[in-house]
Every structure is written in structure tokens, then in C-alpha cells.
């Protein structure tokens, strides 16, 4: 299927073409994970959302008097991403399929077997 891409798209756009082949070596096996894994690879960028949501509420205050005032802008910052509570429990249902094929894939490596 890439060939027939390369071959509609890779006139228009070569640099495209160019990249998928040099990373095709590493994109390969990201394929053959399950697809609940691949999902969660693809669309997981949580921690720079946290980030950028911290960044975001410091810089709009410029400077803090002091070290609790400096934490209690970072907390309030983390507090508001989740204001009703309930992201928990959208992220076990988002993550359920997820963590089950990460269990069948990588045996033992996210709960301890059993002796």
C-alpha cells in the first residue's frame, strides 16, 4: 500500500515520501502491536498538556512572593484540568481495552506473576 502511495503522492510531494521511507525500519513494528496499543502510542500526550496547562497559569502571573504562593498557582492550575471529578473515571474507561492488551502483550511486566 505504501508503494501506491508513493506513487499518487510521491510527484506532489517527495519530502513526505522521503521521510516515511527512512522511518519505515522504525514504523514497522509499531504495527504490530495490538490496536488498542497503538491508539493509546498515538493519541497520549497528557503530560504535555499538564505542562503547557502549568506553563500557561505561571506565565500569566509573572512572578510569585514566595515559594507556597508559586505551588499553590501550579495546584490550582492541576486542579482545574479535572473541575466535576470525574476524570478518573474517563480515563479507566478510555484506558481499560488499552491496559488489557498491554497485559496480554507485555506478560508480567505491569502486575507481578504469581510463583
Not at 26 to 51: H, M, Q
Not at 62 to 70: D, L, R, S, T, V
Request: overall charge positive.
Amino acid at each position: 500500500r505504501f508503494m501506491e502511495f508513493a506513487e499518487v503522492w510521491g510527484g506532489r510531494y517527495p519530502a513526505i515520501v522521503k521521510l516515511w521511507e527512512d522511518s519505515w525500519a522504525e514504523f514497522v513494528p509499531f504495527l504490530g502491536f495490538d490496536t488498542e496499543i497503538r491508539r493509546v502510542i498515538c493519541s497520549t500526550n497528557a503530560i504535555e498538556s499538564v505542562n503547557a496547562r502549568i506553563r500557561r497559569a505561571v506565565k500569566a502571573r509573572g512572578h510569585f512572593p514566595n515559594e507556597q504562593a508559586a505551588l499553590k498557582c501550579v495546584y490550582m492550575a492541576i486542579m482545574s484540568l479535572d473541575p466535576t471529578g470525574k476524570g478518573r473515571k474517563r480515563w479507566i474507561t478510555r484506558w481499560k481495552a488499552a491496559l488489557n492488551a498491554f497485559a496480554v502483550t507485555f506478560e508480567g511486566r505491569l502486575t507481578p506473576t504469581t510463583r
